[in-house]
């Protein structure tokens, strides 16, 4: 039976958050509006058309949150600043409010011996930034550097352990390309202008960290997946490898020195070659401390012609009948190895850290209890994973559950649920569930 100490006792246990997500508060003491708060008031955006104002009330609720992170058995408890909250504007006022919440938190997590992980960047960008262009403006990066210098002096005494970004690729190609998260835009057009902001910031915000915290660790985190062409065939073959290109090379190669990978598909390569001059090179790459890796499912890829510029479609979980989650994500542990393995084959890459990993499924409270035990077969077969890739030589230090309750997930708003506890969203009562109670002997143990 795999336990917590099988992987080392310098080994960081973790559950993983987001400001937006969990906060609400929305509209309170001093909060700017997010394009998250813009994004869910327009029709048919959020399933059953709901809202993030007060999602799990964890603005005031803090105190018995963090005490049930420490509860639950685990060392770190990783959480993001909104950046709306410390700046109304996104730039220029300071909200002292917003500023003395985050100190609230910190100070909250110290006490209860737990480890803060501070995400900057988790998806919330304020509003008023948004009205000049967002990420595909050029002056999104002298307002990012800004809030990061913020927080920075702010936080920097009390938290050394820091994420510049939240999945780059997850937020440009969801909310400037394809338009179904905020703030709804499309177009290649859009993405690659975001792209290249966010490329350059997560290199600024990781140069600005490193200036003004000292003995900062400092990391930034990226959704991946093993991408696995459909059949052997050339023309899934390279549809596969357009993907992967996009999913799992876009961000962290830039960041790496490497540039943007731009090799055997002419969209990326021109893409590469306008922003390969050593300018461009220099000011994208960072020496990040550790990789924080956030993998849900691998994506199976078809040539499909009538896709325009990709030419490439997922061949859904269900349908190959492999097993899922409610989300439909396919549940493959070995895929979970592949895609570590991958990242831990980029030689300037110094460590790695599962920064989430979790499943959704529909859970139920029956009597005061939820059962949920295809969560704990999950977190089973997924850490059997995680450590053989850790005694196969692989360098990871840790490991955070997404998330610690149920929460606002976004697109899906509050109907899928991947906490370790329920959250009622009427009441706000919290209930652990099985996973958790498992997660409590598991890191005993």
């Given amino acids: 039976m795999i336990k917590a100490s099988d992987f080392g006792n310098d080994f960081s246990w973790g559950v993983a958050t987001a400001a937006a997500q969990i906060e609400g508060a929305s509209d309170m003491y001093g909060k700017g509006p997010s394009i998250w708060d813009t994004f869910s008031k327009r029709s048919g955006k959020i399933k ?23 509860l639950l058995g685990f060392s770190v408890f990783r959480f993001s600043i909104s950046w709306p909250r410390v700046l109304p504007d996104g730039e220029g006022l300071v909200n002292e409010e917003g500023i003395r919440f985050y100190h609230n938190v910190i100070d909250e997590c110290l ?29 999104i990066n002298t307002a990012f550097n800004a809030f990061v210098s913020l ?5 920097g005494d009390k938290v050394k352990n820091w ?24 177009g290649l057009t859009n993405f690659f202008s975001a792209v290249h902001h966010t490329a350059i910031a997560q290199a600024d915000g990781g140069r600005i960290l490193r200036a003004e915290v000292s003995g900062a660790n400092i990391g930034t985190t990226y959704s991946c997946a093993e991408i696995i ?9 390279l549809a596969a490898s357009r993907v992967d290109c996009l999913m799992n090379r876009l961000f962290i190669e830039p960041a790496l020195g490497m540039g943007y990978p731009g090799e055997d598909w002419e969209v990326m390569e021109k893409f590469s070659i306008s922003h390969s001059t050593w300018r ?29 510029t990709l030419q490439a479609w997922e061949v859904k979980a269900k349908s190959r009948q492999k097993p899922h989650t409610a989300m439909g994500w396919e549940v493959n542990a070995d895929s979970f190895y592949n895609i570590i393995k991958q990242f831990a084959s980029y030689p300037k890459i110094k460590s790695l850290m599962i920064t989430e990993g979790g499943a959704a499924y529909h859970d139920k409270l029956v009597d005061g209890k939820v059962d949920d035990a295809e969560r704990i077969e999950y977190f089973k077969l997924y850490l059997a994973a995680l450590l053989r890739a850790k005694q196969d030589g692989m360098n990871i230090t840790g490991y955070m559950a997404w998330t610690l309750m ?16 329920h959250n009622d969203f009427k009441t706000q009562k919290r209930t652990i569930k099985a996973s958790g109670y498992w997660w409590q002997e598991f890191l005993k143990a």
């Fill in 48 to 70: 059953k058309g709901h809202q993030l104002a007060m999602a799990c009330d964890f603005y005031h609720r803090y105190n018995e949150d963090i005490a049930l992170v420490k």
């Fill in 111 to 139: 006490e209860q011996g737990l480890v803060p992980y501070v995400t900057l960047y988790h998806w919330d960008l304020p509003e008023a930034l948004e009205q000049e262009g967002g990420w595909t403006a050029f002056g």
């Fill in 151 to 155: 927080c920075a002096k702010t936080y």
């Fill in 163 to 186: 994420m510049v970004l939240n999945e780059p690729f997850g937020f440009t190609s969801l909310g400037y390309m394809l338009g179904i998260h905020a703030p709804g835009k499309t």
């Fill in 229 to 237: 062409p459909h059949t052997q065939s050339e023309s899934d073959i």
């Fill in 280 to 308: 461009h090179t220099e000011r994208l790459t960072f020496d990040f401390d550790f990789i924080g890796i956030q993998n849900y499912f691998p994506l199976t890829i078809r040539y499909n012609a009538f896709i325009p």
């Fill in 406 to 421: 149920d929460n606002f997930e976004w697109a899906e708003g509050y109907n899928a649920r991947f906490g370790l506890v």
